[in-house]
């Protein structure tokens, strides 16, 4: 057994620098790395290039890093409910690039499949298309995409063992599996970290293969960004 | 009269037919889920990766990995399934999603719609509208006929950036039931008690009209 644990966050994002490219898990504030995005915030690591399906809220998430100015552009495919992003957008001060979620999700399969581009239906004939190149397949347009090339991605797991092997939780997968070995190192932080062995290698969602390192968070406190219930008759 | 949202995620519940798979988008298709018709089967799919979404949780309830792509708690059916974000845009790049229900800003008579900026006001992003148009062979949309300055949202062209080109099929607004055709938007059906003077009047585009036109049933 290759063993991929570290004891902290610090150990965690060594090697994390200025300018780096950077993946990161969640879809809105399910399933975000948030003790790695409380680190970064501690470290300061300026000009970040985040790509990450959403920017966070204000107070939480990546919006941490958006209210130190710590990241110069964010890779997105949606990022209302976040007011600093906006007055950051327009007044220029933060470069985005907004690309359609499946295209998204993609780029980062493709990084971690070894495919260096592949070609989508999706935003053809809208700006997302502008300088793409377009072809036919079976009479429908698509455009072509290209695999992320990050430094690191940052991912979130419900569970892991110490060979890397991780297990999610209900919708805080989204992203997150996609991700992992989609960048040159993936550091993936855990709610409960295991003596390899101890999952069952017919549960794991991600092999430990695509992780370099991985660590226990030390609390989460799991944001709910639109609580929505019904009332027991 | 013009329906109420409620009245349009009634109508375009009418839609649903026994074993389709279909996701919903935020604002009024969220609301179709409520008005299932009785005796189908129908399994909402939310892109952030699950199958077989439920109601909103009991309060208390309320789990933080469990949401739809509202970013709304949410609970699980029997049968349901949780997927990574590049296996749910397979499902819907891939046609096993049957009807994709969302919302635009203006629809225009070639089917292009769009929703999801408006330059120098509102830029949040596509979300998943695109791969989600640009692959459904289904596609309803839901919204107002005319904006708040009441302006037709039922255009020859788009003047926003679009989301998808030639891809939608129907649009049910809260004066009428439009179908997209190659000769472009054919009235279908009016709101109870809406004249069809009144819709031609609140449409930019050109409509078909065929006949007399039926009011839509809303219970």
Redesign the interface.
């Known amino acids: 057994m290759i063993n991929k644990k570290v004891n902290t966050v610090q150990e965690a994002l060594q090697g994390i620098e200025n300018g780096m490219t950077l993946m990161l898990g969640g879809?809105?504030?399910?399933?975000i790395p948030e003790n790695s995005i409380a680190e970064l915030v501690q470290k300061e690591t300026q000009n970040l290039t985040c790509i990450s399906?959403n920017a966070g809220v204000d107070n939480f998430g990546l919006g941490l890093l958006l209210q130190k100015k710590q990241i110069k552009k964010m890779i997105?495919?949606?990022?209302?409910?976040n007011a600093e992003f906006?007055r950051q957008?327009l007044s220029g001060e933060l470069e985005?690039d907004?690309?359609?979620?499946?295209?998204?999700?993609?780029r980062?399969?493709a990084a971690q499949a070894g495919i260096p581009a592949f070609f989508?239906?999706?935003?053809?004939?809208?700006?997302?298309s502008e300088g793409k190149e377009a072809r036919e397949f079976n009479g429908k347009m698509h455009i072509m995409e290209l695999a992320f090339n990050a430094d690191f991605a940052i991912i979130k797991a419900?569970k892991g063992d110490t060979a890397g092997n991780l297990i999610?939780?209900?919708?805080?997968?989204?992203?997150?599996?996609?991700m992992a070995g989609a960048a040159k190192i993936t550091i993936a932080e855990v709610e409960e970290l295991v003596e390899a062995g101890t999952l069952d290698p017919n549960q794991i969602?991600i092999p430990g293969i695509f992780v370099q390192r991985i660590f226990q968070g030390e609390q989460y406190e799991?944001?709910?960004?639109?609580?929505?219930?019904?009332?027991?008759d | 009269m013009a329906l109420d949202k409620i009245g349009i995620a009634k109508r375009i519940a009418q839609e649903l037919k026994d074993g389709f798979f279909v996701n919903l988008g935020i604002g009024i298709p969220t609301l179709v889920a409520n008005y299932i018709p009785k005796g189908i089967d129908v399994e909402f799919q939310s892109e952030n990766g699950v199958l077989g979404m439920g109601p909103f949780p009991f309060e208390g309830e309320e789990d933080a990995d469990l949401i739809n792509a509202g970013k709304q708690t949410i609970t699980t059916l029997p049968g349901a399934s949780f997927f990574d974000s590049a296996l749910s845009f397979g499902m819907i790049r891939g046609q096993h999603v049957d009807l994709t229900i969302l919302g635009a800003m203006e629809v225009a008579e070639n089917g292009d719609i769009a929703n999801w900026k408006i330059p120098g006001k509102m830029v949040k992003g596509m979300g998943g509208a695109m791969d989600l148009v640009a692959s459904a062979e289904n596609i309803i949309v839901a919204m107002m006929h005319v904006n708040k300055a009441g302006e037709s949202k039922i255009l020859k062209k788009c003047t926003l950036p679009l989301t998808g080109v030639g891809c939608v099929k129907k649009v049910v607004t809260e004066l009428a039931v439009l179908e997209i055709t190659p000769k472009g938007f054919k009235l279908l059906e009016r709101a109870p008690g809406v004249s069809v003077e009144h819709i031609i009047a609140s449409t930019e585009a050109t409509l078909i009209i065929d006949g007399e036109i039926p009011e839509m049933k809303i219970d």
Request: proline share 5%; charged share 25%; net charge positive.
């Open positions: 879809f809105g504030l399910c399933g399906n997105s495919s949606y990022v209302g409910e906006e957008m985005v907004l690309i359609p979620q499946g295209t998204l999700a993609e980062c399969r989508t239906p999706a935003g053809y004939g809208t700006e997302v419900w999610f939780k209900g919708t805080a997968r989204n992203f997150n599996p996609c969602h799991k944001r709910i960004e639109q609580r929505t219930t019904r009332k027991k």
